[in-house]
């Protein structure tokens, strides 16, 4: 699997149960929809938060709301087999300085976080600013012969992780199997 991908390493907390589905989870997700965009934005210099949703873990909430952080642009987020995800990589840097000699990856799980893909992204130095170019995802979905929900995760540094989840789904034809007759 990922250990057989050079300098790729998946962080520690990758055996952890995916979140349970309810409205503080909901409610996270659109707070981190609407974090992200501000982060991509020329001319954002901050943002208000209400309050944070009932079962926010911290950890989680640093992946999208801190001073580094990777985002993904999605072009959409439910896909065929037939589809080969390719997603654009940006990252965000609000530090005080560059952060220098950063190896950045990614890597693919599924929903019992068996990683199926993974890789470097780039390696080298990560200036102050926003969309910065770190990398291109590009994976074929053609292995995915069952429905399923897939998490992109990646990490600037090997420390700092975003993920986002996506669906994939068989194709129409090979979903479709020839009808059987009395006479076969």
């Known amino acids: 699997m990922l250990a057989n991908l050079p300098g790729v390493e998946v962080p520690s907390d990758s055996s952890s ?3 349970q589905e309810d409205n503080s989870e909901n409610e996270t997700m659109r707070y981190k929809q609407e974090i992200e965009c ?7 210099a901050g943002f208000l938060i209400p309050s944070l949703p009932g079962r926010t873990m911290a950890e989680e909430w640093l992946e999208f ?16 087999n037939t589809d080969t995800l390719e997603i654009h990589v940006d990252a965000y840097n609000a530090m005080y300085a560059p952060v ?3 190896k950045n990856t990614y890597y693919i799980t599924d929903d019992s976080m068996k990683v199926v893909s993974g890789g470097v992204l780039s390696q080298g130095d990560l200036p102050v600013g926003r969309n910065i170019y770190i990398g291109k995802v590009r994976f074929p979905l053609n292995g995915i012969k069952t429905p399923s929900r897939l998490t992109l995760n990646v990490l600037i ?15 129409d034809a090979e979903s479709e199997e020839e009808p059987k007759t009395d006479t076969q």
């Open 100 to 102: 220098s000699d950063i």
């Open 38 to 44: 501000c982060l991509r934005s020329e001319g954002y």
């Open 157 to 171: 540094g090997g420390k700092l992780k975003n993920h986002w989840d996506f669906q994939v789904y068989p194709s």
């Open 65 to 80: 709301c801190s001073p580094v952080v990777s985002l993904a642009e999605f072009p959409k987020f439910v896909y065929s």
């Open 17 to 19: 149960v995916s979140p």
